[in-house]
C-alpha cells in the first residue's frame, strides 16, 4: 500500500512561513515526482509546485512563484515545501502526490496517490 503522509500545516499570520513535509512509507519516494497541490473551499485543487525523482526538475504555479520552494531528502523518503511570505489567499488544505514517472506535473489529474491532507490557514 503506497501511503503518503502530509504534516506541518497550521495557523500562522500574514506575512509568516511554514514548512509543509510529505512522508512516503511503504514505497521508495526516490523513483517518484512529487507535487504539492492545495484546495481551498468552493474551490478547484490546484497544482502549487512539484519535483522531478531526482529533484534536478521543479515547477511552480505562479501565484508562489520567488515565496514557495520545493526540494526532497531522498535518504529520508520525504518532499518539503518551504512557505514564506504567506498570504490569506494561500489558505487552503495542501496535499501531496505521487506520480509514477517523470516529468513532474501540476495536473492534479495525472497523478497517482495521494496523501490525506494538511490545513493551512492564513490569518490577516
Known amino acids: 500500500q503506497l501511503q503518503l503522509v502530509e504534516s506541518g500545516g497550521g495557523l500562522v499570520q500574514v506575512g509568516e512561513s511554514l514548512r509543509l513535509s510529505c512522508l512516503a512509507s511503504?514505497?521508495?519516494?526516490?523513483?517518484?515526482?512529487i507535487g504539492w497541490f492545495r484546495q481551498a473551499p468552493g474551490k478547484d485543487r490546484e497544482g502549487v509546485s512539484c519535483?522531478?525523482?531526482?529533484?534536478?526538475?521543479?515547477r511552480y504555479a505562479d501565484s508562489v512563484k520567488g515565496r514557495f520552494t520545493i526540494s526532497r531528502d531522498n535518504a529520508k523518503n520525504t518532499v518539503y515545501l518551504q512557505m514564506n511570505s504567506l498570504k490569506p489567499e494561500d489558505t487552503a488544505v495542501y496535499y501531496c502526490?505521487?506520480?509514477?514517472?517523470?516529468?513532474?506535473?501540476?495536473?492534479?489529474?495525472?497523478?497517482?496517490?495521494w496523501g490525506q491532507g494538511t490545513q493551512v490557514t492564513v490569518s490577516s
Open positions: 502526490a505521487a506520480k509514477n514517472f517523470n516529468p513532474c506535473v501540476l495536473s492534479p489529474v495525472l497523478n497517482d496517490y
Open positions: 519535483i522531478s525523482s531526482s529533484g534536478v526538475n521543479t
Open positions: 511503504e514505497f521508495t519516494l526516490a523513483k517518484h515526482p
